[in-house]
Each structure stands twice: as C-alpha cells, then as structure tokens.
C-alpha cells in the first residue's frame, strides 16, 4: 500500500462549525505532514509529526489543532474557521530520518461559509 | 527560514522542444531539492530530486542539476510532450525533507502542439 488517504475530500462548514480532517497510512512512515494550498499556489507547511510527537508548527492560529493518536493516522481539528481558511488541506508522510520524498494524500476541499 | 524563489511562473515550449525551470534558495544548511508536478485537481507528485552531494541527476527525459555555491537548482525537460503540460514546484529543505518542504511558487507548463 503505497496510498496516503484523506477524508472528507470535500468539506463545508459554517463558522461556528467544529470538523476534523483525517489522514491514513500504512507505509511504515514516521513522519506526517498538513500542508494549505490556495489557488494557483504552492503547498505551504502548517504541522509536521515526527515519530508521532509535533515537531513543527509554522505559527498556525489555534483555530486548527493537530493530533497524532498513531503511527497511521493524522487529524486535523477544524473550529470557528474564517473564510479565508478555505483551501486545499494536503496530508503527507515520508519515511522521516533525512529520507526525502514527501508522499501526498488528494486533498480535502475544504470551504467555509 | 528558508526561502525558494521559481521562474518563470509561466512557460510556453512547441511540443518536441525542451523547458528549463530555474529555482534559488536562500538557506546555505538546505540538502535536499525536489521537483514535484501538479495536474489540474490532483496531488503533488515527486518526480524528481537530488541531494546536495550531487551536482546532476537524470531520469529518462528529465533531469536537475544543483549549483551549491551559488544555490541555484534547475529542471530540465526534454522532448516535451503534451502530458508534460502541469504546474511544476520546485522545494528545499534542511533536513533532508523530513521537516518538511518549502516550495517555489510554481511554474505553469504550456506545451504548444
């Protein structure tokens, strides 16, 4: 299995709405990933877990909490989001231990009304 | 923190001909330089990368080259066809990917028929 899964892949919430992102895989891979993408622009880092504990949070408003409860599975808690937050949320994972090549789930749409 | 400008943010090549997408990078402690293509709707796929203990690397009709005094990497597209046509990242990191990437702003590839 060499697929990085993303549920919902797509998402609509209110702003006073609470939702959660999910992200799986079964590579063996230590290290995981959220990245944003707007429109017409690159993936830009919010969170990385490495060996399950967050190692990088890139100054992501509290509104979006990270959790790690395994190996596999990566989460991302959604509450009273702005508009401007609505993006493409890409998960990725990579074996982690300067091995390189990031493994990109599709994406959950994500829009806020 | 690292920074990773791309150009062109547009190239248009005649199918056949060949496309050259230029990046810098701005952290001297980066060590690992990836390319990824990004259709339409769909994940960012690796396609290429290299270390900084190497200047070139090729796959086929793709290849990179690393200039590390001047931090300077380029991908080099030859016998461009037309599912060559895609937005392509270029990205950096230090710690050779495992803390995640920092992108380019993309380069969209038009292949002219």
């Known amino acids: 299995d060499t697929e990085v899964t993303q549920t919902p892949k797509h998402l609509v919430m209110g702003m006073t709405n609470k939702k959660s992102l999910k992200c799986e895989q079964h590579m063996g891979h230590r290290a995981m990933y959220w990245y944003k993408q707007k429109a017409k622009k690159p993936p830009e880092l919010m969170f990385v877990?490495?060996?399950?504990?967050?190692?990088i949070n890139e100054s992501v408003p509290s509104r979006f909490s990270p959790e790690c409860p395994n190996s596999s599975l990566l989460n991302l808690h959604l509450h009273a989001l702005q508009p401007e937050d609505s993006a493409l949320y890409l998960c990725a994972s990579s074996h982690g231990q300067d091995t390189g090549e990031l493994f990109f789930g599709e994406g959950s749409r994500l829009t806020v009304l | 923190g690292e920074n990773v400008e791309q150009h062109p943010s547009t190239l248009s090549v005649q199918e056949g001909d060949s496309a050259v997408i230029k990046c810098t990078y701005s952290d001297s402690a980066s060590n690992y330089f990836p390319w990824y293509k990004q259709e339409l709707g769909k994940r960012p796929q690796l396609i290429i990368d290299i270390r900084s203990n190497v200047g070139e690397k090729k796959d086929q009709r793709i290849a990179v080259t690393l200039n590390k005094t001047a931090k300077h990497f380029s991908l080099h597209i030859t016998e461009t066809q037309p599912e060559d046509s895609a937005v392509y990242f270029c990205a950096a990191s230090s710690g050779g990917g495992a803390d995640g990437l920092t992108f380019g702003k993309g380069t969209h590839l038009i292949i002219q028929p």
């Open positions: 877990y490495s060996y399950e504990k967050l190692s």
